[in-house]
């Protein structure tokens, strides 16, 4: 009886687990080639855009280079002009001027709002 609890404890938490983060990357991160580093719910090069999300739930500023800057602002500049330490020993490349401000700010309201589905 143990072993049929267990197993369908894990076969349950695996199917919701699936459910939860079914979601796609969207189109701009295709095209600006984010996946090439970045899948939403598994390590790549960089680390999951869930575990990303998870991280800042609840938080409103970031620190980047020193300076404090919204949530939104401070990811968007990290992603934007590249950085290292957050996520281990990878650097994360700039990514500007070949993704537009704009998009990356999309981007980064995308990844924060992961872990509001969840």
């Known amino acids: ?3 049929m609890t267990v197993t369908v404890l894990v076969a349950s938490n695996l199917i ?16 600006s080639n984010c996946t090439a580093c970045h899948a939403i ?11 990303v999300s998870k991280r800042y739930k609840g ?6 280079k020193g300076e404090v800057y919204s949530l939104e ?6 992603v934007a002009k590249g950085g290292s330490g957050n996520w281990g020993t990878m650097p994360m490349p700039a990514n500007s001027p ?3 401000e704009a998009d990356i700010r ?3 309201k995308f990844i924060i ?5 969840h």
């Open 1 to 3: 009886m143990k072993l």
């Open 16 to 31: 919701f687990s699936n459910a939860v983060w079914a979601v796609d990357m969207p189109p701009l991160a295709k095209k």
């Open 41 to 51: 719910d598994k390590k790549l090069v960089g680390p999951a855009w869930v575990e």
């Open 59 to 64: 938080v409103d500023k970031y620190t980047y």
């Open 73 to 78: 602002e401070g990811l968007a500049m990290k």
């Open 98 to 100: 070949t993704i537009k």
């Open 106 to 108: 999309d981007l980064v």
């Open 113 to 117: 709002e992961l872990e509001k589905q």
